[in-house]
């Protein structure tokens, strides 16, 4: 199969059907598994709708499920599953000798706890244990087995347990995106099913619980992936979250910029309440990412000694999203870095792990159980609920966004100085913000110094 180097990785330069991704993909990494084992991953793969694109790496494989392929007016996730040579997803124990991201790793990471143990996630065990009010997390279509799902989650890892006290599920209204928007109060029927996006309701649960298990999550689950469906979860996402006292929204779907965006914009601004979006998982910007009512959150790599597995440092992914917007106009928290962007909005603002080699656990039954997955949306559960655990309560996103830019000291950011991102690699990670990690990625409790 023809193909070309992306970031380090052979990447096929064409679209792959999932015949031949099952015939010529799989033969990479299946060695090792039992037949039953074989048999059950080609069928779930199949099931993902997996499309356009596959990347084969030396020591595994990149699984892009149907949902994360961009479509005409609608949204996508930015979710990818990362399944080592000869592993099976299995429901219990979870497996081992593996040295991807756990709810205690993460923190430890990004210093939620004190740094130990080489933040090594076979090590460490030290959880946060902060958060307060609420999260809402928005997505599209239903999950069914969800509470079950982060309840497996919370008791492998040490999280305090799934009641109805720090988990709901809700359905919102269904919205052409004509007219006046439905009122945020409004409920909907429970969603058809979509296996891409239950993944991606499964992960960004799962990590807003992991690093504020002392806030509510709310699932709010949009009608469809249509951007009014989504808008009017939005809606009613904001309202829960204001009616608790004020916290953050995480989006982790996106879609291709569009003239227009920016009369969605009203749609993401609610008092006490702030937002935040995944950049995207390729070369470029999408929105609501771009919007300049909410915090852009782009995608790095955690690098790891692969034999002791001791955290290393971060750097850029190459395939984060990123850039100056289409349509958006620079906003004035940007003003200090209008030499870069120009008299665009430019995103990321902030960044967090997102390759889906370097990627985290997650549980999701109908996928077998445990499951390595990456992608933006790893990044903006993941810095929301941060922002979230050290009670930084603001009133607005653009409260929350000026003291990104202005204070050095808020959340002790980490400058992401190396690595490349964007259309043919064209951007730079650089001293400063930039492109591929805006001002980079958060360091709670003060920068320690790292290779």
Known sequence: MPGRIVGGHMRSSRSTGSAEFITIAFAIWLVGLTSAQSDDLQSRVKALGVGSETRTLTDGLVITPGSSLPGQGLAHTNVHIFVPKGFAPQVAPLPSGLFFETPASLACVYQLVPRSGGCNPAVVTANASGGGRAIAVVDAFDAPNIAADLGAYSTEFGLPAVTSLNFEKVYACA?????????????????????????????????????????????????????????????????????????????????????????????????????????????????????????????????????????LGEATWSLAGGGPSAYEARPVYQNSVDRIVGARRGVPDVAAVANPVTGVWIYVTAQGGWLIVGGTSVASPLVAAIVNNEGHFSLSTAVELSMIYADPDYLHFKDIKDGTCGPHEGYFAVAGWDFCAGVGSPRVKGFVAER
């Not at 999550?217 to 904001?238: M, P, R, Y």
């Not at 601004?269 to 998982?281: E, H, K, L």
């Open 175 to 311: 919205w052409s995106g004509i007219g006046l928007p439905p009122p945020p109060t409004c409920s909907g029927s429970q969603p058809a099913y979509d296996s891409g996006w239950e993944i991606e309701e499964s992960l960004d649960t799962q990590m807003a619980h992991a690093m504020a298990p002392s806030a509510k999550v709310i699932l709010v689950e949009a009608q469809s992936n249509t951007l009014g469906n989504l808008a009017a979860a939005e809606l009613k996402a904001a309202y829960l979250v204001a009616q608790a006292g004020g916290g953050e929204v995480s989006n982790s779907w996106g879609a291709p910029e569009f003239l227009g965006e920016t009369a969605y914009d009203a749609l993401l601004s609610t008092p006490g309440v702030v937002y935040f979006a995944s950049t995207g998982d390729s070369p470029g910007t999408e929105y609501p990412a771009t919007s300049p009512n909410v915090v852009a959150v782009g995608g790095t790599s955690l690098s790891r000694n692969p034999q002791t597995g001791a955290f």
